[in-house]
């Protein structure tokens, strides 16, 4: 049965998925990847022309599935819980356990590789601000915030830095944390719903 274009895609960024779990980034090869996916490399070269490119689209892959804009039937809800569910990231349990290391092997390859890190801070961190500093100019046009002399792209930027900053410990001191993972879950919970609070506080929500 002849197989499309876009399942052939679809079945080699399963596989990059897949060794991203098992393998170190640097380990994971062309070659190594076309026989995951189960076809010759030369095929994989027909679907990716290289592998910073094959690991950019996997990236972006990612962070769509983490990072979600809105659903209709959120859009009126107070804009304190619109901000929680803009944060609140969609759980993939398979990538979540290795995606400090991922991170970390992303920052080692960008001097070499920078396509890889430039893809996947625009469709992760990047995307979650697009979100967030649409919605905040939504709300600042509403008068549901006062900006101040910020932009809402700015205001977005500290807004995801304040849920997020503890990214930069784990990548600095790993294996500091020991939490399962519901009490991990909790706390990132509670982090980021202080944050929001904090951050609406300055902002003067009306």
């Given amino acids: 049965m002849q197989i499309d274009h876009e399942t052939r895609e679809a079945m080699v960024l399963d596989a990059v998925g897949e060794l991203l779990m098992q393998c170190r980034l640097e380990d994971i090869s062309m070659s190594g990847i076309a026989r995951k996916a189960g076809m010759s490399k030369r095929t994989l070269y027909t679907i990716f022309a290289s592998r ?3 690991l950019g689209a996997t990236f972006a892959r990612i962070g769509q599935r983490i990072f979600r804009p809105l659903a209709p039937e959120e859009r009126d809800l107070p804009l304190v819980e619109r901000l929680d569910k803009l944060l609140t990231l969609n759980e993939m349990p398979q990538f979540e356990q290795g995606a400090v290391e991922v991170l970390r092997a992303v920052i080692a390859e960008a001097p070499i590789h920078p396509g890889i890190a430039r893809q996947w801070d625009a469709e992760g961190r990047g995307a979650l601000i697009s979100y967030i500093s649409a919605e905040l100019a939504c709300a600042a046009e509403s008068g549901e915030v006062t900006l101040h002399e910020m932009t809402a792209t700015e205001a977005a930027e500290l807004l995801v830095d ?6 930069l410990h784990d990548l600095l001191i790993p294996n500091e944390r020991h939490l399962d993972a519901c009490h991990a879950r909790e706390d990132k919970q509670m982090r980021r719903r202080r944050a929001v609070r904090v951050f609406l506080e300055g902002v003067r929500v009306r």
């Fill in 52 to 54: 910073e490119e094959l």
């Fill in 162 to 167: 304040m849920v997020m900053g503890e990214v």
